[in-house]
């Protein structure tokens, strides 16, 4: 059984920079995509970005160049690195995993993933 366990985030400035950290248990045998998804009030779930379990990274084209999302080898974290924040940043932030090796088309397809943290808030001000 995997477990996720997001930490970081809470409130920055524009322009500025903010770290989402996740904790992975059970996924070190196996194959996993992991990645963070993000949910603002009165909108859908969307990716943000993900990592295959060969490294492949698939970053969303909102944030392409300004968020960067890495992971170690045994798949026991996966973080993202927040800069040039804007004020659209705002939402919950949340850890997503699911099996297999590839991240094809997860970005688009939350119900893909079966595995999920509890949400981490960020805030960004104008």
């Known amino acids: 059984q995997v477990r996720l366990v997001e930490s970081g985030g809470d409130s920055g400035q524009a322009g500025g920079s903010l770290g989402l950290s996740c904790a992975v248990s059970g996924a070190r045998y196996g194959e996993y995509c992991l990645g963070w998804f993000r949910q603002a009030p009165g909108k859908e779930r969307g990716g943000v970005a993900l990592i295959g379990n060969y490294g492949e990274v698939d970053d969303a084209p909102s944030v392409k160049d300004r968020f960067a999302i890495s992971k170690d080898s045994a798949k026991t974290f996966v973080n993202l690195q927040l800069s040039s924040l804007t004020p659209k940043a705002t939402a919950t932030y949340y850890c997503?995993?699911?099996?297999?090796?590839?991240?094809?088309?997860?970005?688009?397809?939350?119900?893909?993933?079966?595995?999920w943290g509890q949400g981490n808030q960020v805030t960004v001000s104008a």
């Open positions: 997503a995993a699911r099996g297999g090796p590839s991240c094809y088309k997860g970005l688009g397809n939350f119900p893909s993933f079966g595995y």
